[in-house]
Structure formats: structure tokens, C-alpha cells
């Protein structure tokens, strides 16, 4: 792997260079919090954020986006919308690019979403190592420290200079283009490694106290047990957990329509299956009616279903879960951890 | 098919609820030319007693309001509560937890004995009610959505889910981060989080979700530091007429 190096001072100039070619999206503080969102100057960008409130998911998956618009008379007509306009997203942890790598195999599966792929194939990701972690943070633990793919550069702040690695020729001509990179020595890959495991140390601090291998085979013995309906006695059902969530990809699919009765599009929002409503159907029957049913679905997801699917969780650590459920209740290292005790 | 014949009325109320649909502009050019409005005293003169859908404002505060709303809930063939006070018995309810008598000294003073009043209530309380739009005011895309739905001949489907989804997808930062408190997690959303969105807090005037967890509500407001007292001020702003307030 050829490693890269741009100097700090010059950080400004490939971000403004980017900027004057590019819709360059990244992280910007507000309020003590980091959120994703247009950059207009290098200065807005940060770069040593612990984590963002909402992952880059809306980025591929917006909250609201319109699927389609119909004329229903006096013949139907229906025009798809896409959205593909190029973009560089500046700046995402690999436990998110984790995250989306988990996604891009969800979206493909199947009937492949082409309003998911579409957006997706317009990005450029530029990764950053984390140099800082977040409180309620298990990304180590969950092996998304570090990503092999993903993201079409990966920086990484060594003190006076940041280490580049390409990830895809999309990336290289981007650096090149934009940059003015050197070859990284052997000392300084060296420093990224220790960089890394430092940061990776901190993280470990958090993590599930016995092999996340087993939560599968757990999970198959727990079904029935009291312990959810505990769990979930403070569950406020505000979907918070699931829309926090990088891995989460639930939505909703409604029909507007004009006054006219004539004119109308098809949304889609996010959804999630905390939420009362999330398993009720046309004949009014709702499947997971119970508080506790929700809120062991989502476990049974993370954990077993979507394992089976991915050949692993589909959680990357991020915490962001359990830093947003107002009860604490929604933190998989301490759900798993306590039905593990539960168990023996 | 005939246009449908609409009329719209109101009791203990800020009228609020009205105004928002006066204030639909464009929308509202489209709304009277896909329905007949035969009686809307903040908006027309004339009055007529034939009317299909009736939107009704306000909440039930006295003895011959009730008549009175009979008398509409017997020529409607659909009965809206058009925001809070019809539909929670809302803000007006506040007065529920005082003694009736004081509270009439308090806004009439020695002509508090011309006036008669009750405890507040929502429409629901005295006839039956085909659909609710809440809101503190009412939100006019969802009256809107509504109209357009009755004109479809489908039910109209508002948000059984929290403020809180509405607050996550507008990517605001929660207010219980910052030192404030909320009640966004029981909150019926459908007003797209606008009070969080524009600084302040959700102060619950959509009233409870379907299935509100207010046990659980209760313990994170006192976490964050709220009085047994001002947890029930919370509960009691626009949704005293529930149980959860008592
Ligand atoms: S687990 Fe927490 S965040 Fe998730 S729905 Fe319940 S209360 Fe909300
Ligand atoms: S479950 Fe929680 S910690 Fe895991 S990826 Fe989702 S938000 Fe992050
Ligand atoms: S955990 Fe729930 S909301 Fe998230 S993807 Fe799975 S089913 Fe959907
Ligand atoms: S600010 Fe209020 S509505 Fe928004 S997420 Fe927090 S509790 Fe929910
Ligand atoms: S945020 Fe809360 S108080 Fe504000 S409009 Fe919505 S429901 Fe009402």
C-alpha cells in the first residue's frame, strides 16, 4: 500500500481546491455538537469531531426524498426522480464508512434500490482516523477501527502533517489534482500505526466482555425472557435509537397529493422499528403492539438477523444510540452484556 | 360529484385555529374551489345549516355549548375537532385544576355572576368526533392533507409517532443537551419539530401519541431536574383533560 503525505498548512488550499470543483460536504460544529453539512470554506470543516449527531446515511438515504411524481389523469404517468449530482463528502470516521459499506450490500440485494445507488456512485469519501472518541464509543471493539475499503482517500493526522492513503483511483486523481502530496517515508507510516492503536486503546475501554461471535447463538435462547419486557419498561418508543443509527435503513412509503387530485408524488421517510405503528398493517393488526416486542426486535436485527445476512453486526460501535436514548436503555455493549449475565 | 358542503365553528377558543386556514394562501384558493364553504364566521357573512363536513374549534366550557354543538353534530355528516381545544380540551383545561368559581371571579370580576362555566373538555367528551387535527395552532398542511383526503374518500392519517422523529430527521440537536427539557418524546408529532427547530423546546401542544409512556417521561424529566410539581405543569399545559395529568 503507497501511503501519501500532505502538510497541515496545506490542508487549507486542497480543501478550497476541492470546494471551487466540487459540492463539498462535511463536518461543522453547532451548539458543542458536530453535524454533517455544507462547506463553503476551509475554515468551516473540522476534522477532530468525536462523532456527528446524525450519520452520513442522509447523505444516501435523506430523511425525506420523492420517489416518484404521477399525473393520475387522465391516463397515469409516472416520472422516477433520481438524484445524482457528484459530491465529495469531506471527513467520515471508518466506523461510519463501515456502516455504509454494510448498506451499499443491503441496497444492491434484491431488487437494488436505485435511488440508494445512485447517490451513493455520486460520492467521493474522504475518511479521517478519529482523534478523539466519543464517550459511550465501542467502535474498536467492534472491529471499525479501521476500514480496507470504502472511501476513496483516508487521512490521517499525524501532528504536523496528515497521512493519505488512496483507496481508488477516483481518490488518486482527486489528490493529485487538488494537492500537492509527497510520498509518505517509512517512519511516517510507521507513526499512522502507532496513531491508530493509540486511539484504538482509548476506545477499548468500551466493549462487550465476552466474544461478539457468540450474540447470535445468545440471542436464539433469549426469545422468550423476561428480561426484555424489564429492558423496555422505560422505552419511550421515540425511534431515536433507530434513526441515530448508521445501519439502520428502515423508511416509510407514502403517497402526496395535490389539491387537484390530479398531480402527486411518492415519498419515502425514515422509519424505525421502535415505533408504535412501525409493524401495523392495512387491516389495522400491528405485530409488535408491545413495547417490549419493539424493542427486542431491534437486538434480534443487530444481532441475529442481519448477522446471518452479513457474517456480522450490523452495528459499528458508534454509540450514537446510546448517547441519544434518553432513558439509557438503547446501548447494545450494555444490553449484550447484561443478557450475557442474565444467561449464566 | 358534488362539491362538498363545508362549514366551520367555534367555541372556547383563540381562534386561532382558524386563522391558520385563512392563512393557506395559494392552498387556500384550491380548497374553495374543490369544496363549498357555506358558514365561516372569521372568514363570510352568511350562514347556512346544510352542510356536509363541519370543522369545529374550541373546547366545551359551559351547558349551552353543548346544545349547541349537538345541534352541529346532527347536521354534519362528518364532525372535526379543528386544533387542541377541540381535540385535547387543550390550554383551556389549565383552569380544571382551579376551583370554578375563583377562576370565573378572576376574568369576569363582579359580573362573574352573568357567566356560567365548567370544567373545560374536548368535543369528544359530549358527541362523538370523526377526526382530529391537533395543534396549538393546527398545522395547515395537515388541514390540507386532510380536505384532500376526505375529497379522496380515504381516512385521513395523521403521525401516531413522537416529535422526536420529526426533531432527529430536522438533524436538531436534542434539547436536553443544552439544559432544557422537553416533551417531544410523548408528543404527537406532525408540526416537523418547529419549536425545536426555531430555539425552543416541544411543549407538547399535539398532545400524547397513541401510547404514551408517561411513567417514563416522568422519570427523565425528574432526572434533568424537574419538580414532582412542574413534571405535572409539563402534563398539564395542553393535555390536563388526559389521565396522565391527574
Ligand atoms: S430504546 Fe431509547 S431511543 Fe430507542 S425508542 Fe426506546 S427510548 Fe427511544
Ligand atoms: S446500534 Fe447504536 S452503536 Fe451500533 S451502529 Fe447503531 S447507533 Fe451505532
Ligand atoms: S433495527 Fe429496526 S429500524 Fe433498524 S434496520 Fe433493523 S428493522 Fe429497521
Ligand atoms: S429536543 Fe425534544 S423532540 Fe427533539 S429529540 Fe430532544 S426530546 Fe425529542
Ligand atoms: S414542537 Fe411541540 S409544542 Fe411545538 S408545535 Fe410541535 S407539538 Fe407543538
Known sequence: MKLRLIEKSDLDLFVQNLINDYQVDGVKRKEGSFLYGSIKSPEELCLDFD?????PKKYFLPPEETLFQFTSSPALQVTPVMESNPFILFGVHPYDIKAINQMDRIFARGVPDPH????????????????????????????????????????????????VEIGSNKGRSLLEQHAKPRPATRNEARERVGIRSRISHICKKRGFAFPKREIPTLLEHSWKKFFWEEQASKCLSCGTCNLVCPTCYCFDVQDNIDLDLVHGERVRRWDGCLLHDFAKVATGENFRETRASRYRHRFYRKGLYLFRLLDDMACVGCGRCASACLPDIADPVNLFNKLREDEK | MDKPRVAFFDFASCEGCQLQVINLEEDLLQVVG???????????????????????EGSITRHSDEERLEGIRRCAKVLVALGSCAALGGINCLKNFHDQEYVKKLVYGDKALLYETYPARPLKAVVPVDFEIPGCPINRNEFAMVVKAFLLGKKPEIPNFPVCVECKMAENICVFEKGMTCMGPVTRAGCGACCVTEGSFCWGCRGLVDDPNADS?????????????????????????????K
Open chain 1, 51 to 55: 462523532c456527528t449527531v446524525i450519520p
Open chain 1, 116 to 163: 440508494y445507488l445512485k447517490r451513493r456512485e455520486a460520492a467521493l469519501i474522504i475518511g479521517v482516523d478519529p482523534t478523539k472518541v466519543a464517550p459511550r464509543s465501542f467502535w474498536a471493539d467492534m472491529g471499525a477501527a479501521t476500514v480496507s475499503e470504502g472511501f476513496d482517500l483516508m487521512l490521517t493526522d499525524i501532528g504536523e502533517s496528515f497521512i
Open chain 2, 34 to 56: 374543490a369544496v363549498e364553504v357555506v358558514s365561516f364566521r372569521e372568514a363570510m357573512k352568511g350562514h347556512s345549516d346544510d352542510y356536509d363536513i363541519a370543522f369545529v
Open chain 2, 217 to 245: 417521561q416522568r422519570d427523565v424529566l425528574a432526572t434533568h431536574g424537574l419538580s414532582v410539581q412542574d413534571v405535572l405543569g409539563k402534563f398539564r399545559l395542553y393535555t390536563g383533560f388526559s389521565e396522565v395529568a
